[in-house]
């Protein structure tokens, strides 16, 4: 079974770049079916979308945080990571990691499974 | 970008009761549209996907219809459980995005 475990530094101070790591475990990143992405949410409030990269590399990021993502992979210890930089404290939320299918049919195409998220505080 | 709106912003039922609660799509997605839960403390768990398809292990209690624009998540008769925030997302075209959410009260 697929199991996603985000990583990576709670406190960041205002400015700074905030770095997360996800680590897949039950599957493989290289995998050509699925996207790997980063989803957010800020304490009290709805989910943002964040990014996603494919096995090949390719990116797509939300058009707000654009500017500020990196979403990238590291085969050779089945993770990927997520950097932000120039945080503040609006960038204050539990961040999960997902995967998503890139091709075919059924529930695999939508955000399953999801990691437990980590809440990263922006604060000096 | 593709905004969802859902409605009502909170819903506050009775176990045993039905519930309906509503995502309303800027313009046409399709039947590219999920459900999810989220209960506290907890990560988002998919329900419904392509509007009307459960997911796996999810009670026949929850039901999706709409097409388009519109789009419904029915709640037979609530269980205690179900008490929780409920969340719609399209993948119909970049970025992705998900309503602000409908949470589900005990009354």
């Known amino acids: 079974q697929l199991q996603l475990q985000e990583s990576g530094p709670r406190l960041v101070k205002p400015s700074e770049t905030l770095s997360l790591t996800c680590t897949v475990s039950?599957?493989?990143?290289?995998?050509?079916?699925?996207?790997w992405g980063w989803i957010r949410q800020p304490p009290g409030k709805g989910l943002e979308w964040i990014g996603n990269?494919?096995?090949?590399?390719?990116?797509n990021y939300n058009p707000l945080l654009k500017s500020r993502v990196t979403i990238s992979l590291e085969t050779s210890k089945n993770q990927f990571s997520l950097n932000l930089r120039s945080v503040t404290a609006a960038d204050t939320a539990v961040y999960y990691c997902?995967?998503?299918?890139?091709?075919?049919?059924?529930?695999?195409?939508?955000?399953?499974?999801w990691g437990q998220g980590t809440l990263v505080t922006v604060s000096s | 970008e593709i905004v969802l709106t859902q409605s009502p912003p909170t819903l506050s039922l009775s176990p045993g009761e039905g519930a309906t609660l509503s995502c309303r799509a800027s313009?046409?997605?399709?039947?590219?549209l999920a459900w999810y839960q989220q209960k506290p403390g907890q990560a988002p768990r998919l329900l419904i996907y392509?509007?009307?398809d459960r997911a796996t292990d999810v009670p026949a209690r929850f039901s999706g219809s709409g097409s388009g624009t519109d789009f419904s998540l029915t709640i037979s008769s609530l269980e205690p459980e179900d008490f929780a925030v409920y969340y719609c997302?399209?993948?119909?075209?970049?970025?992705?995005?998900f309503g602000q959410g409908t949470r589900l009260d005990i009354k």
């Open positions: 039950g599957g493989s990143i290289s995998s050509s079916s699925y996207y």
């Open positions: 997902v995967r998503r299918g890139y091709s075919g049919l059924g529930e695999d195409r939508w955000f399953v499974p």
């Open positions: 997302q399209q993948r119909r075209s970049w970025p992705i995005t």
């Open positions: 990269v494919y096995y090949t590399g390719i990116t």
């Open positions: 392509d509007a009307s």
């Open positions: 313009q046409s997605v399709d039947r590219l």
